[in-house]
């Protein structure tokens, strides 16, 4: 059974902007803390984006004004909206739920083992 399905990633130049969209299911949209992470090669996976259950956005650092998240609850969507991007932006993105919070401060908290659902990935590449 998929949880969560990702789509919109692709290529694009610097400065352009992409939106990703992530298929839930009513029960994880309206009860899980959901979010992004992303992997670049080379590098480890980085918590970038979080809504939590009261639809209270918050991000990392490296994607702060650039990057929106919002959720479409009737129909169980997150997006992620990404503006002004930049090659270093280059990576896996996957969409993630989970039953704790993925983010408290600064620190994240991907979901292990029975403690959420991640998506399967989809690739954003920035050019210079």
């Known amino acids: 059974q998929v949880h969560l399905s990702e789509s919109g990633g692709g290529s694009v130049q610097a400065g352009g902007s992409l939106r990703l969209s992530c298929q839930a299911s009513?029960?994880?949209?309206?009860?899980?803390?959901m979010g992004w992470f992303r992997q670049a090669p080379g590098k480890e996976r980085e918590g970038i984006a979080q809504?939590?259950?009261?639809?209270?956005?918050s991000y990392a650092e490296s994607v702060n004004g650039r990057f929106t998240i919002s959720k479409d609850t009737p129909n169980n969507i997150l997006y992620l909206e990404m503006n002004s991007l930049k090659p270093e932006d280059t990576a896996m993105y996957y969409c993630v739920a989970g039953v704790y919070p993925l983010k408290i401060d600064n620190t994240w908290y991907p979901p292990r083992n029975r403690s959420g659902y991640w998506g399967q990935g989809t690739q954003v590449t920035v050019s210079s």
């Open positions: 009513e029960k994880i949209t309206k009860t899980y803390w």
């Open positions: 809504l939590d259950r009261a639809g209270t956005p």
